[in-house]
């Protein structure tokens, strides 16, 4: 290939800088004008990239103020002149993409220039590559190539000769509809980027070719090269569709109306971002970077809020990943009108970061300050209220009101959310401290590990900061930052969603793609209130490629948006089982995320979908149901069976005072499910537990046998929906205004006396069912260490279950709505049952001859 030239072209002044200058591959080279990034008074700035999509590129200069300074232009090529002003900045502008197209090419070029011999060899008796590995790292480049060529080629002479009759737009339509190439090519993206990466650790010699490319600079900069990774060029046709798509709005800019190349521009335009707006997800919208004093480009690849204990308080900070050290900054405090800044709590460089387990911090795990499940839920309740009255008050054009709800509301979100995550992620440098952050999700742990060690595959050398470099970086936090708030409701615009609200049936079929035979799982997790938690968990399929599970579960949302699936191999170790409380020993082979589609949830027809996660395919189905329908109490029409029939018909015909479905379950679960994680809590598999309501109803013989084999999450789940299906709750509709209130009072004797009484006022079956019930919950929290299941937790799940009243008592007021799941009368129904539960042991006999508790009309 011939050297590129930009002879002929005209001088540029300050649009040179504009766009000549512009960083358009980020690898420390930046065309012409390193020299001019000095400002006035001699000092070295540093210059940052603003990549809005919606922005022309602009190169901009710190001043000694740290305030960004533009370059101005001359006067007489202002932006917005007459028409031979805008065409002199039509030609400039069209001058400087010239540039970064020759500097595009040669990117090109030194990614090609390695795969003829890498092909030549792999003819030969020792290959490299094989050939289908070449063809997969440089699919399509040599084609990207060509069509940059021509288009360069065609180009320059029209900028050489320019008059204000040139046209340039049938050049960039042509452009724009060759785009399809670059569709191929991002589809083949992260297979080729993969490949690459397997490649360079199997091979040594492939190794030292990838990791040292030559790029030629311009033909004025002489011998100038520059040596860049693969993966860095493989990007380079990503960040250039995008890169084009901006220049032609800026030729639009300057092109008058009336000129022929008007239409066509526009043309290419919506063709580019046709193109663009139907491969969005697959290009990284950020590849923003800082450039360090020694020319290195230090590239932000993750950004987030994590909780971090810190001198045993839980302290919210902004965690900046980048491509050779994790920095840890918190907000300054700022008076208003000031600009937003980070300060910096520490930073370690990626060579010296290693990954405590829990027996290398045993000894330095610090105290964990927790709150109580039931303040925990208390703070969801007036949340909730708080949405509830923002939601009147808008009605009413109340701003100043609304703004006071949305500050209380902001207060208890940014509360629980620093409160809420307990699963532990320690991270230690190997020169200094430990350090302990608590996610929410075994998934949100998952991403942050991993893209720490894939960054840790490179050779990465140990970098001190000076205090300068460290205040620099961390001012470049706030300009560099992907994630601007933490996830609160009132961060959300109006018009935001608010998630969904009732109960999400969810199948998860079958995976595949797995290259060797494990024992393999599957968890399912849902937002809630900004954080996520664990739902579902499917049954361990025993050494499998291809695990089928077929498993249905009903997983409440609260707001949610979105739905995880997490897979999992299973880990038997013995040695490994008894660890610290959210420690999770088992391997995470994939994940992935869906979000819940408004049309497609509240279609209640099954939606069948396919997650794909690091190769895994995992097929799932899913539908909606509202709430109120979920839990609507339905008498059976076959008073033969158990569910939905009267417990004194039950009882009665039984010849017994517990039901004998209610004795069978808690016997197995306390026979082997007592120690199991989130019993109660974890949904079952549905289609077992619609088996085992069948065999119930119909008194199948081979219930027990049944039983023994069932998963104990479905028998557990198979116990709920016995309660929810009353056709009156176990604590009955009469009473149930009174339990409201009796829970209420302030007094603890009065409550006391009233509490007792109710109970006393109970039919017997229903209240020896209840004490039987309420005795096995206890013996259940016993084993809190090890199941996760405190007295609070067994109240929530069971509370409504034994207390929301019938569809017929529902509609003389005490229904709560959709949306409102933390409402008052929920809060109140768990605190009934926990009220019991933690009440000394009541005995049947006691209850019914004691005499202090007086006897009134209930």
Same mark, same amino acid.
């Given at each position: ?112 220039? +390695?795969?003829? !011999? =890498?092909?030549?060899? $792999? ?11 070449? &063809?997969? %790292? ?121 000129? +022929?190349?008007? !239409? =066509?521009?526009?043309? $290419? ?11 969005? &997800?697959? %290009? ?575």
């Amino acid at each position: 290939m011939e050297p590129l030239s930009t002879r002929g072209l005209p001088r540029l002044s300050w649009i040179d800088t504009l766009y000549s200058n512009f960083n358009y591959n980020n690898d420390g080279y930046d065309g012409d004008g390193a020299e001019d990034r000095k400002s006035q008074d001699g000092s070295e700035t540093m210059p940052f990239i603003d990549e809005s999509p919606t922005m022309s590129p602009q190169l901009c200069a710190r001043g000694p103020d740290g305030e960004a300074v533009s370059p101005t232009p001359p006067e007489g090529l202002l932006p917005g002149g007459d028409i031979e002003k805008g065409l002199e900045m039509k030609k400039l502008v069209l001058s400087g993409f010239l540039a970064s197209e020759e500097i595009y090419i040669n990117q090109l070029e030194a990614l090609l220039l +390695p795969m003829r !011999p =890498l092909k030549a060899a $792999a003819t030969s008796s020792k290959p490299v590559l094989s050939m289908e590995q070449i &063809e997969t %790292i440089f699919f399509k480049i040599q084609d990207i190539f060509q069509i940059h060529k021509e288009f360069y080629d065609a180009l320059l002479p029209h900028i050489q000769q320019w008059d204000d009759k040139v046209t340039v737009g049938h050049l960039f339509q042509k452009l724009a509809s060759e785009l399809g190439v670059y569709k191929a090519f991002l589809d083949n993206y992260k297979v080729a980027v993969e490949t690459a990466e397997k490649c360079a650790q199997a091979n040594m010699q492939f190794q030292k070719i990838s990791e040292n490319l030559k790029v030629k600079g311009p033909k004025e900069s002489k011998d100038l090269t520059s040596s860049v990774t693969m993966e860095a060029l493989l990007y380079k046709p990503i960040d250039r569709v995008t890169r084009s798509t901006l220049v032609l709005h800026d030729l639009l800019k300057h092109t008058p109306k009336d000129h +022929p190349d008007f !239409p =066509l521009l526009q043309d $290419a335009l919506r063709i580019s971002q046709n193109f663009l707006s139907s491969i969005n &997800e697959e %290009i990284d919208p950020r590849r923003t970077a800082v450039t360090t004093p020694k020319g290195e480009a230090r590239q932000l690849v993750k950004d987030g809020f994590l909780v971090e204990v810190s001198e045993g308080s839980r302290k919210l900070r902004h965690v900046f990943l980048f491509t050779d050290l994790l920095l840890c900054a918190k907000l300054k405090k700022t008076s208003v009108g000031k600009h937003q800044q980070y300060e910096c709590k520490w930073y370690i460089p990626l060579a010296d970061l290693t990954f405590q387990t829990l027996d290398d911090a045993a000894d330095s795990i610090p105290h964990i300050q927790t709150l109580p499940e039931h303040e925990l839920d208390e703070m969801k309740n007036k949340i909730c209220v708080f949405k509830s009255e923002i939601q009147k008050e808008k009605s009413k054009g109340q701003s100043r009101v609304v703004e006071r709800l949305r500050k209380k509301m902001n207060e208890q979100e940014s509360c629980l959310l620093l409160h809420s995550p307990s699963i532990p992620f320690r991270i230690h440098n190997k020169n200094g401290k430990s350090y302990l952050f608590l996610l929410s999700s075994d998934y949100e742990r998952s991403e942050w590990r991993e893209s720490i060690e894939k960054l840790q595959k490179k050779d990465l050398q140990a970098c001190v900061l000076s205090s300068v470099e460290l205040q620099v970086l961390t001012g470049f936090c706030f300009k560099l930052r992907t994630v601007h708030n933490i996830p609160l409701t009132s961060h959300k615009d109006d018009e935001e969603s608010p998630g969904h609200y009732g109960f999400l049936h969810v199948i998860v079929h079958s995976a595949t793609g797995f290259k060797e035979s494990a024992n393999l799982y599957c968890t399912l997790e849902v937002d809630s209130f900004g954080y996520y938690v664990g739902k579902a968990k499917t049954r361990v399929f025993r050494d499998t490629t291809e695990p089928t599970w077929n498993e249905e579960f009903e997983i409440e949302l609260e707001g949610s948006q979105c739905l995880r699936i997490l897979c999992y191999e299973k880990c038997y170790d013995k040695t490994k089982l008894n660890k610290d409380d959210n420690e999770i020993v088992d391997k995470i082979v994939g994940k992935g995320q869906v979000q819940l589609d408004p049309q497609a949830v509240q279609s209640k027809n099954w939606h069948m979908d396919v997650i794909e996660m690091n190769g895994i395919k995992v097929e799932f189905s899913m539908k909606f149901s509202s709430r109120d329908l979920s839990l609507k109490r339905t008498p059976s029409k076959k008073q033969s069976g158990v569910f939905g029939v009267k417990i004194s018909v039950v009882t009665k015909r039984e010849r017994s005072k517990v039901p004998y479905i209610v004795r069978q379950c808690i016997e197995e679960v306390e026979k082997r499910g007592i120690e199991e994680v989130g019993i109660y809590r974890i949904s079952g598999v549905a289609t077992d537990i619609q088996a085992l309501k069948a065999a119930f109803d119909t008194n199948t013989k081979d219930i027990l046998v049944m039983l023994s084999d069932m998963d104990i999450n479905a028998i557990a789940g198979t116990l709920k929906l016995y309660f929810r299906e009353l056709p009156e709750p176990l604590l009955t509709d009469r009473l149930y205004p009174a339990f409201m209130e009796g829970i209420a009072l302030s007094d603890p004797a009065a409550k006391e006396n009233c509490m007792m009484h109710l109970l006393r006022s109970l039919p017997d079956p229903n209240l020896i069912t209840f004490l039987t019930l309420l005795e096995h919950l206890k013996r259940v929290a016993e084993k809190e260490p090890i199941n996760k299941m405190s007295l609070h937790n067994l109240a929530t799940v069971f509370g409504p279950t034994l207390l929301r009243p019938s569809e017929s008592e529902s509609s003389k007021g005490h229904v709560t709505l959709a949306s409102d799941i933390w409402s008052h009368d929920v809060m109140a129904q768990v605190q009934v049952l926990l009220y019991y539960l933690q009440h000394q042991p009541i005995s049947f006999s006691e209850l019914k001859r004691n005499t202090l508790y007086f006897s009134t009309d209930v």
